[in-house]
């Protein structure tokens, strides 16, 4: 037997840092299986895209373009901005983790909500800052108290905006009126992972934000309105002086060569994308009335999913659902988070939430 004192030594903060769980799947007694626990896009890609990611594999055993240059090309025509205010990753997780290695280090501090999306504790965790975590109101940004929280040690804030796994979305007054007041030494980062979902007129584009103010970043990705998940490629768009050094933290290689490819296509397709995100849009409408009009209680969500505050009950409505082969994501103790998919998956669920002996209990 191997003795641990004779093991390698590793950072101590990897004791406290819980590995990030992935959405669950679930089969039901008729072998059904709906999963709606990873905010996926339902719809197949579009054929001109697999056509794309087909004509990249032919060239697989060649490195890719290790400066994503014609992504970044795409991007700065999609946006109207200048190529060197973009950087790109792996998903908009990567670019983040990117971010943490140019902005963090031991003594530094990183302000977000919470509960917000669940890689930001692992992630500030692992580049040695500390977190400073601000409770949300009434499932939204406290705007007020997230500047409170901002000190000199404040390297970076985070506004996931619309709000994982809540679904709410900060609007604009409030969040230019925070923008103004944040410090030039602290970067703000807009995480807008679910842009495209947005329908609120109110809720800003951070790309309308961030090109007057230097200390302003703002995050997108492939993975959810443009259907990439599975090929993880994500981007930033910030002043040179933050994509520069986003760029500089990217792992050689890391958006790989079908990424590119697939990214470049959907950028291309953007109008048959649009139609898709519509129709989720409208069966997002249409869940969400159905559990109102059921007795549930669910905030507006400007994003692909709704959520449920159940406090105790939600480990029990997430074994309900599986039990029904629906996998939705729990977070034991708060409440569901419920992605949005085919009309199919969300009869299931909205079947599944109907015979749930219990409603209202966050």
Known sequence: MVSERNS????????????????????????????????????????SVVSAISAAAAEANRYPDAGVTGLTEALARRFGVPADHVATGAGSV??????????????????????????????TALSGATAVTVPLTGEAHDLDALLAAVTDRTRMVLVCNPNNPTGTAVREEELTAFLDRVPD???????????????????????DLY??????????????AYGLAALRVGFLIGHPHV????RKTLVPFAVNHLA?????????????????VERTVKERTRVRDALLADGWEVPPTEANFVWLRLGGDTDAFAEACAAEGLAVRPFSGEGVRISIGAPEENDALLAAAHAFPRRNTG
Do not use: I, M
Request: no cysteine; aromatic share 10%.
């Open 211 to 224: 090109r007057d103010r230097p200390n302003v970043a703002v995050l997108r990705t492939f993975s959810k």
């Open 185 to 207: 030494h602290v970067l703000v980062v807009l995480d807008e992972a679910y842009r495209e979902y947005v329908r609120d007129p109110a809720v800003p584009d951070g790309l």
């Open 260 to 276: 590119q490819a697939a990214a470049v296509a959907s950028l291309a397709a953007e109008d048959e994308l649009a139609e898709r």
């Open 94 to 123: 990567g670019v983040l983790q990117q971010l943490l290695q140019a902005v963090a280090e031991p003594g530094a501090e990183v302000v977000y909500a919470w509960r917000s999306f669940e890689a930001y504790p692992l992630l």
């Open 243 to 246: 994509a520069s050094a986003v």
């Open 8 to 47: 390698p030594y590793f950072r101590a903060v990897l004791d406290q840092v819980p590995g990030y769980k992935p959405g669950r799947t679930a089969v039901g007694p008729d072998g059904r299986s709906f999963k709606l626990s990873s905010n996926e896009n339902p719809y197949d890609p579009l054929p």
